[in-house]
């Protein structure tokens, strides 16, 4: 009897022991998993529109209102599909709601196709590259999308939501609207060379599709 006691708590030991180790081994794998994701937003892709999912989500409404009650700003938005919106979110906007309602309509537009740029642009993309100078839709206004201290920055604008991606292209939730005047150019580099659109460093050509479309877009990068 003796024997037999102890043989069963040698097994129970034994089971305890096995039960911790499976512990460890879980939290050593599991760690750098989400350590990765936390560096690098992982893609929610949807077979939803962008704009259905910007509408679900709720903290674009101000943003989807402005877009579809301005002339010409969806339209010129789907007929570049697909497309990266920086989308500020209901507190950005009124944030400066004053400023927004003596706007006219025309600069109204211009506000808000000056958020988004054609093709697909992922957070991965803008840590890869360290900064880059991307062209809005109307095709006068510049934004600087860098990766500095831990956060993809849009401007002055800080990217609090990225890779909400969908039929048309990609989101990416910012704390700010993007107003002109705020563009800065990527850091130089090390050459003392900055690269620009039309004749300098860049990226290969990616090709990306969207709402069963392709396009083929060229980032200029830049090293911090």
């Given at each position: 009897e003796i024997q037999q006691h102890y043989q069963q708590q040698h097994h129970h030991h034994h089971l305890q022991y096995n039960k911790f180790n499976m512990k460890i081994i879980t939290a050593s794998i599991l760690l750098p998993l989400l350590l990765l994701s936390a560096v690098a937003p992982q893609i929610v892709s949807s077979q939803q529109s962008i704009i259905d999912l910007a509408a679900a989500d709720g903290k674009y409404g101000?943003?989807?209102?402005?877009?579809?009650?301005?002339?010409?700003v969806l339209d010129s938005i789907a007929s570049n599909f697909p497309v990266t919106i920086f989308a500020p979110t209901n507190d950005a906007f009124a944030a400066i709601a004053p400023t927004v309602s003596q706007l006219e309509t025309n600069a109204l537009a211009n506000i808000l196709a000056g958020h988004v740029v054609q093709g697909v642009f992922t957070a991965q993309d803008v840590?890869?590259?360290?900064?880059?100078?991307?062209?809005?839709?109307?095709?006068?206004?510049?934004?600087?999308?860098?990766?500095?201290?831990g956060s993809v920055m849009v401007n002055d604008a800080r990217v609090i939501q990225p890779n909400i991606a969908g039929e048309g292209g990609i989101?990416?939730?910012?704390?700010?609207?993007?107003l002109p005047g705020t563009f800065r150019r990527c850091p130089r580099q090390k050459s003392g060379k900055r690269g620009s659109k039309r004749g300098g460093a860049s990226?290969?050509?990616t090709t990306t599709s969207g709402g069963g479309k392709?396009?083929?877009?060229?980032?200029?990068?830049?090293?911090?």
């Amino acid at each position: 009897e003796i024997q037999q006691h102890y043989q069963q708590q040698h097994h129970h030991h034994h089971l305890q022991y096995n039960k911790f180790n499976m512990k460890i081994i879980t939290a050593s794998i599991l760690l750098p998993l989400l350590l990765l994701s936390a560096v690098a937003p992982q893609i929610v892709s949807s077979q939803q529109s962008i704009i259905d999912l910007a509408a679900a989500d709720g903290k674009y409404g101000t943003l989807l209102g402005a877009v579809t009650n301005t002339p010409g700003v969806l339209d010129s938005i789907a007929s570049n599909f697909p497309v990266t919106i920086f989308a500020p979110t209901n507190d950005a906007f009124a944030a400066i709601a004053p400023t927004v309602s003596q706007l006219e309509t025309n600069a109204l537009a211009n506000i808000l196709a000056g958020h988004v740029v054609q093709g697909v642009f992922t957070a991965q993309d803008v840590i890869n590259a360290g900064c880059v100078e991307l062209t809005s839709l109307t095709g006068a206004d510049h934004l600087r999308v860098m990766y500095k201290d831990g956060s993809v920055m849009v401007n002055d604008a800080r990217v609090i939501q990225p890779n909400i991606a969908g039929e048309g292209g990609i989101i990416h939730g910012i704390d700010k609207v993007i107003l002109p005047g705020t563009f800065r150019r990527c850091p130089r580099q090390k050459s003392g060379k900055r690269g620009s659109k039309r004749g300098g460093a860049s990226a290969p050509t990616t090709t990306t599709s969207g709402g069963g479309k392709n396009s083929k877009r060229r980032i200029m990068q830049q090293q911090l």
